[in-house]
């Protein structure tokens, strides 16, 4: 006799800051123009600006409805409410080792007021079949619905910003995605993150209002569905301020990360951001997040990209690795190499400025 899929029933989001707070000025691409070669045309300038100069911009009419997206939040939402011991059969071997598959518990890093975060992490890799697949029940009765969610960020997120990118490049129009096949073996995963509540108190003692210290994510491209808990800050590439970015309806935040300035010399700039104490009237929520975060293939050398005109004539022809004269590393070696540096405790405080990933690479710490 089968199991009965337990009901997921709806998800409350909570209501938004009433404060004024100082937001980003963000460029939206929207999709519904990309059928059309004027549109895409229009879409890539869009992109390749904010890419430059913003680093976060928003997606809309990605063609995957708010109803699936709510599903999916409360999928989350029941994953975290599931008994710690339950949760804790899900963390993946070798966590300080650079593992993230699976669940990542929450009281892991220590902030310098001796107030341990409240970090819950849920990963699920591709579903290609290079990866195990092992979740609890509340999941595995609805993996497929978990699949195809993913797959269609693939495809109708992800191909077509990456199209976009190499139209911008003046590179063929299939040149980014090639090297982001879905079937080919990469660390792409779908991810839900709870951010857990603090008392008042709590949040006056940590350093900075910091909950994430500024940092840039490893990948391509980082998807994240909107959710009102304000808390996202973003450095601006131009001026190093930091401004808030502000959920809205029927968006993603999109943001351009490691792999990208790689591949483009630096042209695409990785972006700086950070995650803080949210606003008075938002801390008595949890924060609650749907992220998919993407990235080139496993093989995948990230040197420069040599054929785009438009890097060869600004001039962005060698990344870092390539300018120090070490070795490039693949998208694998990359990914393990910055994972457990971010694993290592307090790695994002000031004891680990400028500290060696790879020879050629030193990591950053920002406020």
């Given amino acids: 006799m089968p199991v009965p899929v337990p009901e997921l029933g709806s998800y409350n989001y909570a209501p938004e800051t009433k404060e004024n707070l100082d937001w980003a000025d963000l460029p939206t691409i929207d999709l519904s123009l990309y059928g059309t070669p004027d549109g895409k045309k229009q879409l890539a300038q869009t992109l390749i600006t904010a890419l430059r100069e913003k680093g976060f911009f928003y997606v809309k009419n990605f063609n995957i409805s708010q109803e699936r997206v709510n599903q999916q939040f409360a999928m989350g939402k029941h994953f975290f409410d599931l008994p710690l011991e339950e949760k804790m059969k899900y963390v993946p071997e070798g966590l300080d080792q650079g593992q993230f598959n699976g669940y990542i518990p929450a009281g892991r890093r220590m902030y310098e007021s001796g107030i341990r975060d409240r970090i819950e992490i849920y990963n699920m890799p591709k579903f290609n079949g290079d990866f195990t697949h092992n979740h609890p029940d509340l999941v595995a009765h609805r993996i497929d619905e978990v699949e195809q969610f993913a797959r269609d960020l693939h495809s109708e997120v992800l191909d077509p910003l990456h199209v976009l990118l190499a139209i911008a490049l003046e590179l063929p129009e299939d040149y980014f ?125 990230l040197n420069t990209v040599k054929d785009s005109p438009v890097l060869n004539r600004e001039g962005s022809t060698q990344n870092r690795f390539e300018s120090s004269g070490n070795g490039v590393p693949t998208m694998e070696e990359w990914t393990f190499a910055k994972q457990k540096w971010q694993r290592r405790k307090g790695a994002y405080t000031a004891e680990y400025q400028n500290e060696t990933i790879l020879p050629g690479f030193q990591e950053q710490v920002y406020a």
């Fill in 177 to 301: 995605t090639k090297l982001h096949k879905y079937e080919v073996k990469s660390e792409d995963h779908l991810r839900y993150m709870k951010y857990g509540k603090y008392t008042p108190e709590e949040n006056e003692k940590i350093k900075n209002k910091n909950w994430v210290r500024g940092h840039t994510d490893l990948g391509s491209f980082t998807l994240l569905f909107r959710q009102p808990v304000a808390a996202l800050q973003i450095r601006s590439h131009t001026t190093n301020e930091w401004k808030w970015a502000k959920p809205q309806d029927g968006t993603i935040t999109v943001n351009s990360c490691d792999a990208l300035s790689f591949l483009t010399g630096g042209y695409v700039k990785s972006t700086i951001h950070r995650v803080v104490v949210p606003p008075k009237d938002q801390q008595q929520y949890d924060r609650l997040g749907l992220l998919y975060f993407s990235r080139p293939h496993n093989d995948v050398k």
